[in-house]
DNA sequence: ACCCAGGGTCGTC
DNA sequence: GACGACCCTGGG
């Protein structure tokens, strides 16, 4: 595979720094420059801002120009979502004047379950660091802009690593999850290409929840950052708790804040934008 | 030194 | 359905 180069021209919504860390993505790191550089299925891209143009540059399985196009789901309108949300009320105004240029990735439903199943009670650099580790050793190396980067590996790649392994790289009580999970996966207990099929949110919900390590939350980070892409879910996790606490449910106390109640919003004022509504209240809350 | 929190889930009561 | 335990790391 040979290098290969994009641009994109007048692309609205499309900030880097709103996409890589809205939450999202754990593999995609800032260079010195302010591009990003990440790896995602078998390929590995540089992806800069000069101007109004977007500059694609990497390593590439297939053509570029279609690569970039799946997955940073440039077909979806974003300025329609962003018009739709806007209307409902001005906390989200505000957040999406915040996070304006967020769009949503087209990841690899294998390697979502993974990372979010990783992230359960953890923090960002330590996720990031367990994946990378992940990745070296068990990925397959590309070599880019003479550095190395590692695919993240396939449950195939995984099929003789045992939890002591696991343990090993640091996952801490997290690696059974991940290696029954992986062996559920393997043995087809569960069918990632047919779960692309099935159109019911709640019975895809359902089946994901079976997975060992997968809980409500990582289910929802699932539905909605994978290629599953399903907007009408709200993940709910310790920030969106707190956004949704200070904007919408004003107790004094946040971690009295009832679960329920949070989703009852959600759904009601959101509907089946829900999920995009959670990551510019998300993007909002951590990084103003 | 000690405690706390971090994109929660699981087993137990 | 509530509650504590769980691995590990960084920061106060």
Redesign the pocket.
Known sequence: MKEQKYILKDCKSFELPHIFE???CFRWNIEEDGSYTGVFYKNVMNVRKIDNEIIFNGICEGNIKEVVENYFDLKRNYEEIKDKLSKIDDNLKMSIKYGNGIRILNQDLWETIISFII?????????K?IIERLSKEYGQEIFFNGKSYYTFPTPQELKNVNVSDY?KL?????DI?LYETTKMILNNEIDLEELHMEKDTIKVRNTL?T?????????D?ILL?STLKRFDVF??????RRVMNELYIKNEDENKVNKKDIEKIAYEKFGNLAGMA??YL?YWKREA
């Open positions: 809205c939450g999202q992230s359960a009670n953890n923090n960002i650099p330590r996720i660091g343990r640091g996952l801490g009580f997290r999850r929840l997975l060992s390590g997968v809980g409500p939350k990582v289910a980070c950052f993940p709910i996790d310790v920030w969106v959670q990551q998300f």
